[in-house]
């Protein structure tokens, strides 16, 4: 046997569940030529928790002074978040004033977390920031945001990212069952599809697209 060969599916299990977070950049990229960075930093940490509590988990180490089940947990806020981080750019009025976004955003993030140190492992305590920031988004949507103000979408790409989005899940219920997914491929598949999710849902907003940022700084 040649050296090594015995940790192979150890190694690609890192691939497959570590690197396919990095199929979340172009989002990034997107959000900090906007001059989105509070957004797109949201999204950095959902890479960096969820990349390293799979390298955690896969070698059974401790990274950072963290245990495994302590990135899950930050894994767990920062999936979270990003998801609301979608729900803002689908939904919210792109000339809404930054002050009350930004107080809706971050009260949500906030109780997220308190959501997340009640139950990290109930999926009641999953559900329920999701929800609530979903509801929250229509609200403002629907209710608060004039009709002539309310989001607009390119209708295939928007179809495009619906689809890839019920690509995602699918994959994401294969990987529930993590004895028999091999190397984690149908979780890391989960990563990528719901990152080009992301990216095409986003895209498909055209009634007033986001600002190009003049600087990256």
Request: glycine share 4%; net charge positive; charged share 10%.
């Amino acid at each position: 046997m040649v050296l090594g060969c015995k940790f192979l599916p150890v190694w690609l299990q890192v691939v497959a569940s570590v690197l396919t977070n990095a199929a979340g950049l172009p989002m990034v990229v997107y959000l900090i030529v906007r001059a989105q960075s509070a957004w797109a930093w949201i999204l950095v940490w959902t890479a960096i928790t969820s990349g390293l509590y799979h390298c955690a988990d896969t070698v059974q180490a401790v990274l950072f002074g963290l245990s495994p089940g302590q990135w899950h947990r930050l894994d767990n806020v920062f999936a979270i978040s990003a998801f609301q981080v979608l729900f803002t750019l689908l939904l919210f009025p792109r000339r809404m004033r930054v002050a009350r976004r930004d107080a809706w955003t971050w009260g949500l993030f906030c109780w997220t977390l308190v959501c997340q140190e009640a139950g990290p492992w109930d999926i009641t305590f999953t559900i329920l920031p999701l929800a609530t920031h979903l509801i929250a988004a229509l609200v403002v949507c629907f209710v608060l945001t004039p009709a002539a103000a309310r989001p607009q979408f390119h209708p295939p790409t928007l179809r495009l990212g619906i689809a890839l989005v019920l690509i995602a899940f699918f994959f994401f219920s294969r990987g529930l069952d993590e004895d028999n997914d091999w190397i984690r491929l149908n979780h890391g598949l989960w990563h990528v599809f719901i990152s080009l999710a992301f990216y095409t849902l986003v895209l498909s907003r055209v009634d007033a697209p986001l600002p190009a940022a003049t600087t990256l700084v």
